[in-house]
């Protein structure tokens, strides 16, 4: 009898011991938390990773919708934080003092503190960036070097973009305003946004289709089907491994630069496992993996030597020294903008 | 007969898992939707109840045009399962041998085993300009060089019909099933045409089956999300992508929330004017 009173209370206390296993639950992107690394993670610390992929937008709703809740880190884009934080606090702002400050790009780490200041306090830290451009087959389109080339009968029935925001931007820019600029004159921006939708809806035809999955793209670069479009560079150098005549190219116009950050939602149970997470991450040689792997740089110090030589090759010959300075960074979005830009898309998604 | 006391409480024991999952799960949430939809922010932010959100829907043309698109394709869509379901379901009922009727309904079923995406992914794969269909075409000279399949309203209303067969096909069997053989054969018998049959004795009789099987697959195509989305690309915003949109692109929940109600409300009044057109009654079709 006391051996099994015994063995039961065991089985409890090893059962509730599982439960109180510690999780870390991460909002992110696709390929933002490779698999091995998330074993090593778990190897070091102990702690279970649980990772959810989605993207900007969704992110925000998810959150909203639990009011920070349910995450333990989440890493929206940097320039959509401030405005939202203002609107639905959904994050709390970081304890920089956990941050092991020496493993990131001083200039990044302070860029992202200032655009994603609230109140005086910062909400994010830096993970990676990347730009946004376009993806060519010189085979079949040579020397296309501008947004306009998206609205060139030439590539008609050869074209693809995702019908969101950056492509608003893009389009802005070729047709020769400055959106970031504008940001702050809502009736110029509306003008403009009215201008770019009149452009999009009569460049319609010439679209094959407005992509939503970043794999399904790469897959009708891939196959010919799709000659230009607009995405970004970590998939046209992806692409550029197996065929030379696809590559990245950043616009004359400037490639618009942005940057993923680690930001922690205002609910988050397991603040000690994010702040692991983040200079776990961080580390030259977890994030060197993670840009040889993914091909998209972080903004850790000291990473570059641990990157495979021919991932550090595909930003040299996309980004000569010129193009580096043209990087068009996104600044924070002001939060009434991205409703007219919903309307805009709408609009011309429903366009005939 | 008066009911005796234990078996009322034992009625209501089993009732309230029910009522707790339509009141916490159902009616609760839509309350805070419908709160939701009727409250906006006024010109300093602060949030006041407004129609503004159920206003925006009638005056702009992009939203109402959409849900007219939808609507429309919705009915299309229906009707061509419906004339695609029939024979299926009359093949299946009265042709087959009974052995094998299991087996038919068995591969009706089977493709609904794997998920909505994957099916659709599937058609994808078969219709793209680089896919399986194309490649035999060319091969086979049939065409020079391959064409884009995808992203029009056929190929979407074609997934849509495909992937709501089912649900049309069911309803039409059980309806068919309990159809008197000796009713065609005597019509038969007196000499009228196939035609007939089906016009007079046939259809009347799964009249049930088709109005519960219209309404299934209409509301399963309206408030479809995926299909439209991924096969109808860049021509196609369904008006659940319009909702979609509103909650997640633009964080207008007010608004998002209105459209929900607004296609709630005007899916009911179409299925309604159906019944009034058709000449039933809802509870005689859900018996």
Same mark, same amino acid.
């Given at each position: ?16 011991? %599982? ?66 934080? +203002? ?98 004159? +809502? ?74 950050? %680690? ?77 007219? +830009? ?11 | ?11 209501? $024991? ?11 799960? &159902? ?48 009915? =299309? ?47 994808? =794969? ?6 399986? &269909? ?23 209303? $074609? ?19 309990? /159809? ?21 004795? &046939? ?15 209409? $509301?399963?195509? /309206? ?65």
């Amino acid at each position: 009898m006391r051996k099994i009173v015994l063995f039961t209370l065991l089985a409890v206390l090893s059962l509730s011991g %599982f439960a109180q296993a510690e999780t870390l639950s991460i909002l992110t992107w696709k390929g933002y938390a490779p698999q091995a690394l998330v074993d090593k993670f778990e190897k070091e610390t102990g702690i279970k990773v649980e990772v959810t992929y989605s993207n900007n937008e969704e992110m925000i709703a998810k959150l909203r919708a639990t009011r920070g809740a349910g995450f333990d880190l989440a890493q929206p884009s940097q320039d959509r934080i401030s405005s939202v934080q +203002e609107k639905y606090g959904i994050y709390q702002a970081l304890d920089y003092s956990k941050i092991e400050a020496a493993l990131f790009i001083p200039s990044m780490l302070k860029a992202v503190q200032t655009n994603t200041l609230v109140k005086g306090q910062s909400f994010a830290v830096p993970f990676c960036w990347g730009t946004s451009g376009l993806i060519v087959n010189s085979a079949k389109a040579a020397g296309a070097d501008s947004w306009k080339v998206l609205l060139d009968e030439k590539y008609k029935g050869r074209i693809s973009y995702r019908l969101k925001r950056p492509t608003l931007i893009a389009m802005g820019f070729a047709l020769g305003y400055d959106p970031f600029a504008l940001y702050s004159d +809502e009736k110029a921006y509306q003008a403009m946004l009215d201008k770019i939708s009149e452009t999009l809806i009569a460049a319609k035809p010439l679209v094959k289709n407005y992509w939503a999955n970043g794999d399904a793209l790469l897959e009708s670069m891939r196959s010919e089907e799709v000659y230009v479009a607009m995405a970004w560079d970590n998939g046209g150098w992806k692409l550029h491994e197996n065929n030379s005549s696809i590559d990245f190219v950043a616009p004359k116009e400037g490639a618009l630069g942005w940057i993923d950050t %680690f930001a922690i939602p205002s609910k988050a149970k397991n603040l000690d496992a994010a702040y692991k997470w983040i200079n776990f991450m961080l580390k030259p040689e977890n994030a060197g993996y993670f840009t040889t792997m993914e091909k998209t740089a972080t903004a850790s110090q000291g990473a570059n030597a641990f990157v495979d030589q021919q991932v550090r090759s595909n930003f040299e010959r996309s980004f000569p020294p010129a193009a580096i300075d043209n990087i068009k960074w996104y600044p924070p979005v002001p939060a009434q903008l991205e409703g007219m +830009e919903g309307k805009i898309l709408d609009k011309v998604k429903a366009a005939q | 007969m008066a009911v005796p006391r234990s078996s009322k409480m034992v009625f209501w $024991m089993f009732l309230a898992p029910v009522l707790c999952w339509l009141l916490l799960l &159902i009616v609760l949430p839509h309350i805070d939707l419908l709160v939701m939809s009727f409250s906006g922010e006024n010109d300093l932010g602060k949030s006041t109840w407004t129609l503004q959100n159920y206003r925006n829907f009638f005056t702009e043309p992009i939203y109402w045009n959409t849900f007219l698109r939808t609507a429309v394709f919705s009915i =299309i869509t229906t009707l061509i399962t419906f004339l695609l379901a029939m024979p299926v379901a009359f093949y299946i009922v009265k042709v087959v041998r009974p052995r094998l009727q299991g087996a038919m309904l068995m591969m009706l079923l089977l493709p609904f085993w794997v998920s909505e995406l994957v099916r659709v992914y599937g058609w994808m =794969i078969l219709l793209r300009e680089s896919g399986v &269909i194309n490649h035999f075409l060319v091969k086979f000279g049939l065409l020079e060089r391959p064409i884009e399949m995808l992203y029009n309203d056929a190929t979407m209303i $074609m997934g849509l019909v495909y992937t709501s067969m089912l649900f049309m096909v069911v309803p039409l069997i059980s309806a068919m099933e309990s /159809l008197d053989d000796s009713l065609v054969e005597a019509a038969y018998d007196l000499g009228s045409s196939k035609t007939v049959i089906w016009w007079k004795i &046939i259809l009347p009789h799964c009249k049930p089956g088709i109005t519960s099987g219209s309404i299934v697959v209409f $509301m399963l195509v /309206l408030g479809n999300y995926l299909t439209p989305n991924l096969m109808g690309g860049k021509n196609s915003l369904w008006f659940t992508e319009q909702i979609y949109n509103q909650f997640i692109a633009s964080f207008n929940w007010n608004q998002g929330a209105a459209f929900g109600f607004l296609l709630l409300l005007l899916s009911s009044l179409i299925i309604w004017i159906g019944l009034k057109l058709s000449r039933q009654k809802l509870g005689e079709v859900a018996s």
